[in-house]
Nanobody, 123 residues
Framework: QVQLVESGGGLVQAGGSLRLSCAAS????????MGWFRQAPGKEREFVAA????????YYADSVKGRFTISRDNAKNTVYLQMNSLKPEDTAVYYC????????????????WGQGTQVTVSS
């Protein structure tokens, strides 16, 4: 089993940057593909980015492509989401998630979830 704890959220002005971190417990972190999702008030949780267990493959939602970068450090059991050129529409609670094996982009495919971290982008 994996426990996930996100950090790094906060309030930032439009055009600014934040880096989210997700620390995972357990010795098998490197066997999990990881993803970031977000949920704005009144909206469904949506896919943001995902990374394979090795870090060799990444996927991004069209809305964040070119602005966000997902990465991982298996030695530190941590996955990151670097967010640049932030927009007010990026405001949401951001969640990291883990899935055994193959990289995934659907919420229902993920096995474990963190508690979320709030990101607020002011205009």
């Amino acid at each position: 089993q994996v426990q996930l704890v996100e950090s790094g959220g906060g309030l930032v002005q439009a055009g600014g940057s934040l880096r989210l971190s997700c620390a995972a417990s357990g010795r098998t972190f490197s066997s999990y593909a990881m993803g970031w999702f977000r949920q704005a008030p009144g909206k469904e949780r949506e896919f943001v980015a995902a990374i394979s267990w090795s870090g060799g493959s990444t996927y991004y939602a069209d809305s964040v492509k070119g602005r966000f970068t997902i990465s991982r450090d298996n030695a530190k059991n941590t996955v990151y989401l670097q967010m640049n050129s932030l927009k007010p529409e990026d405001t949401a609670v951001y969640y990291c998630a883990a899935v055994v094996g193959t990289i995934a982009t659907m919420t229902r495919e993920y096995d474990y979830w963190g508690q979320g971290t709030q990101v607020t982008v002011s205009s």
